[in-house]
Structure formats: structure tokens, C-alpha cells
């Protein structure tokens, strides 16, 4: 049976230079991929991700930061509405 690898962590320097590797000094994505050994797939998802410029590429980290914490705010707020709703419905149930 395989076990799943535990992922790695790159740090942004090394990202941009696999990314400047594929798009400024012409290797091949595959070959980059495994001389560093990450996936092809991850490799072209930061391509696309570091095409942007810096100040582009920040707007849509904060953007996907807010999106995080506004799933998880409606999560517990449905959660909340939930619980009320029982406990609504079984005071009813008691009264009546």
C-alpha cells in the first residue's frame, strides 16, 4: 500500500526561480519539475500565479484571504442558525 507523501513547504524565492527557469531561460516544465522535484501541475499553476505583476499577485491573496474567513463566518453562522432552529422547534413542541 502507498502512504501519501506529506507536503512541502518551497519558500517564494524558490518558486519564482523554478518559474523563471521555465519561462525566462526556456526549460521544459517536465524537466524542471523533476530536477526540483515538484509536479509538473504545481509548476504550471505558479507560472500562471507569478505571470501577474507583485501588486496584482497581493490584491488576489487578500481577496482569497477575505473569500477564507467569509466561508468560515458562514459556516458558523449557519451552524448558529441551526441550533436555533431545533431549539425553537422543541420549545414549541413543549408549550404546545
Known amino acids: 500500500m502507498e502512504t501519501k507523501q506529506s507536503q ?7 518558486k519564482v526561480e523554478a518559474v523563471k527557469q521555465v519561462t525566462e531561460e ?3 516544465v517536465a524537466e524542471v519539475a523533476v530536477r526540483l522535484g515538484v509536479s509538473a501541475h504545481s509548476l504550471y499553476s505558479r ?9 496584482v499577485r ?9 473569500i477564507r474567513r467569509l466561508k468560515a ?16 422547534a422543541y420549545f414549541a413542541k413543549q408549550s404546545g
Do not use: C, N
Open 26 to 28: 526556456g526549460f521544459a
Open 8 to 14: 512541502q513547504r518551497f519558500t517564494e524565492e524558490f
Open 73 to 88: 463566518e458562514l459556516r458558523r453562522v449557519t451552524e448558529e442558525r441551526d441550533i436555533l432552529t431545533k431549539a425553537a
Open 58 to 66: 497581493a490584491q488576489q491573496d487578500s481577496q482569497a484571504d477575505e
Open 47 to 55: 507560472i500562471k500565479r507569478y505571470s501577474v505583476s507583485a501588486p
